[in-house]
Structure formats: C-alpha cells, structure tokens
C-alpha cells in the first residue's frame, strides 16, 4: 500500500515539472516571437549588402589628353619625270629602302645623247665663228682709225662680231638644255625613304609629270590629332605621348609633341597637335589609324582611387566609403583622370575602403558586408 502511494506521488512530480518545463518554454517562445516581430514592426530589421570595396592608395598619377589621328610620313612625295620618254630601267622595287639623290629609273638616252653631241658641236662652231669676227672686228676698229676702213665696213665687222658672240650664248644655252634633258633621263628622288609605290613598267612610253614612283620617309613618323579648346592650354612642345594602332594592337609606341597649331580649325573646332615618333623598324604605315595619349602632367604621391567609385550627383562629386559595416557618402574633389583611376584631392583619407559597385543604391549609414570577408 505504501509503495502504491509513493509510486503515485512520484508520477505526479514529474508530470508536473514537465508541464511546467513546457509552459516555460512556449512563453519563451512567445517572448522572442514577439520580439522580432516588434522590431520588424518599427522599422528596425536590417539586412547587410554585399559590396566590392578597393583601399585608397598613395600612387603617381598622369593627366592626359586622348585622341586619335592619322600616321603620317615627314616627307612623302609622288616622283615623276621632267621630260617624256621610253622606259629602258627601273632600278628599285616596292619596299626599297632609297638614299637622297638616288636613281629609281632611267629612260632611253639614245637621242638624248645625240643632241648632246649636236650641242657640243654647234658650241664649236660658234665660238670659231666667234673667234674669226672678233678678230674681223679688232681689224677694222685698227683701220677705221687710220682712216682706212669706211663707217660701213667698220659697222658690218661690229655687227658680226656682236653676232657670233650672241651665237655662242645661244649655243651654250642649247648645249646647257641638252644636256640637262640628258641629266633628267635618269629619274631620282630628292630625299631619302622607302618606295611605297611603283606606277611604271619597264617600255613604256611616259609623257612629262606621269607619276613613276611614290616614296616616303617613314623613320620618324608624324600623327597629326585635333585637340578641344577647353585642354589646349595644356599641351607644351616635347610633352610624352603614347600612341596604339589597331595594327599592333599589343604595343605601343613612344613619341613627343612636335608641333601645336595656333589657330583652331574652324571645320572641326580643336586644335592640330602634331606628335612625332620614332620608327626605325618603319612598323607604323603612312595612314593608319592612330590613338594617343598625351601625358600634359603628373603628380608623384596623389591619393588615387578606382574610378568606378567616383559618383556624381547634382553637379557634385561623392565616394561611399566602408567604416565599421556602414555606409558613409561624402562628397570629394576629383583631380587628374589617368584611364579607370582618379586623383581625389580632398574627401577621403588613405587606406580608407571605397564601394566599386552599387554605390548609387546605398543609403547613408546603411549596413553593409565587404565581398570576400
């Protein structure tokens, strides 16, 4: 009987502490239930953003002007012959390199030759026509004195003189002529380049200022761009210059501001600038398209930042910076644009971490989670 009632007595704790074990644990549930829909009511529930953030650093940073334009030779000319003729040489093929002065062709000098020679003999014959009248004529100035010699012959032997010497003017004119169209039968270039085109076949018959040949100077080069007026003023003589062809498009090629244009084209409205660069594998082709780069500044230990993390609002310039997990957005001063970096010259502090991506959608003080931590 005993055991029966402390066998009873025994259950009923236990049935009871785990009620109450129960209910403590719902009213605990209700509790925080409660809670958070409390919170979410108010307005207070948070949800962290992830961003790709990138530190403020201390870099060099160039300012530079971009533009494009054309290669262009220093010297490029169209060679053509003085005088009409046959084709007997040609002496260089596209791609030649040619020294100043140099012979690319030569015509059939046959004729040429001969009136040479037919010059230089009429030469001859004047100046002994020549040489015989002047010595008529000093007899006759001798025997005119004396009272010898009539006015009349006095004149004739004076006017034959004065026309032999007239003959050996016009014939050393002649000979002069000769032989300079003998000279002009072999056809040179005036400076020294590359053979970009040849126009002419050997045999065929040229009239006078037929184009033959087409060279250019190619070591350095020109590239000749247009530049606003807002930058103008920045651009000196000698200034650096990086240039890229889509021809190359994995090098680059160094060059200098040559020469600035002092009047604005008023077609294009900029400015021409005129970038040389040096060519000695003659890479760059007269007419390619070129883009450059001119370096009109740098500043050696500038605060740089991405410039994906450079906003701009209402006129103004802002970055959104990562303190603590939360969004901060202050405005900055933008300086020198060097490609996807920026010169920030007041507004940030180094090391700080910048938002790269979603910026504009933050919300100051927002919270947010840094990608990769």
């Not at 005129?274 to 500043?299: Q, Y």
Request: with cysteine; aromatic share 6%.
């Amino acid at each position: 009987m005993v055991q029966r009632v402390r066998t009873w007595w025994l259950n009923g704790i236990v049935a009871a502490s785990v009620l109450a074990i129960g209910v403590v644990t719902a009213l605990s549930g209700c509790s925080k239930n409660d809670e958070k829909a409390a919170i979410a009511s108010e307005g207070k529930a948070e949800f962290a953003v992830s961003v790709k953030v990138a530190p403020v650093i201390r870099s060099g940073i160039k300012s530079t002007i971009h533009a494009v334009g054309a290669v262009k030779a220093i010297n490029h000319a169209k060679i053509s012959s003085k005088i009409p003729g046959k084709v007997e040489k040609i002496l260089v093929e596209e791609g030649d390199k040619v020294r100043a002065n140099q012979t690319l062709l030569e015509l059939e000098k046959i004729d040429f030759t001969l009136t040479v020679r037919q010059a230089e003999a009429a030469v001859s014959m004047a100046q002994a026509n020549y040489s015989k009248a002047n010595t008529d004529w000093e007899r006759a100035q001798e025997l005119f004195e004396k009272g010898i010699a009539s006015q009349q012959q006095y004149d004739l032997a004076k006017s034959a003189f004065e026309s032999a010497e007239a003959g050996v003017k016009q014939a050393k004119a002649d000979l002069a002529l000769a032989q300079n169209q003998l000279d002009n039968a072999s056809v040179g270039t005036l400076f020294g380049g590359t053979v970009i085109r040849r126009y002419v076949d050997p045999g065929e018959r040229i009239p006078a200022g037929q184009p033959l040949f087409e060279v250019a100077q190619i070591n350095p080069v020109e590239i000749e761009v247009g530049v606003s007026d807002r930058r103008f003023s920045e651009v000196k003589l000698d200034q650096k210059a990086i240039v890229i062809v889509d021809g190359y498009p994995d090098l680059t090629f160094a060059g200098n501001v040559k020469k600035i244009q002092p009047a604005i084209d008023p077609a294009t409205r900029t400015f021409k600038v005129t970038i040389g660069v040096d060519n000695p594998e003659e890479l760059l082709k007269p007419g390619m398209f070129a883009r450059t780069s001119i370096e009109v500044g740098f500043h050696p230990d500038a605060l740089v930042i991405p410039k994906a993390a450079l906003l701009e609002e209402e006129g103004k310039y802002l970055a959104v910076v990562v303190r603590k997990g939360r969004v901060h957005r202050g405005e900055v001063i933008p300086g020198y644009l060097d490609g996807e970096r920026v010169e920030v010259l007041s507004g940030l502090s180094e090391g700080e971490q910048v938002v790269l991506e979603g910026a504009y959608g933050l919300a100051q003080d927002a919270l947010v989670q840094v990608s990769g931590e």
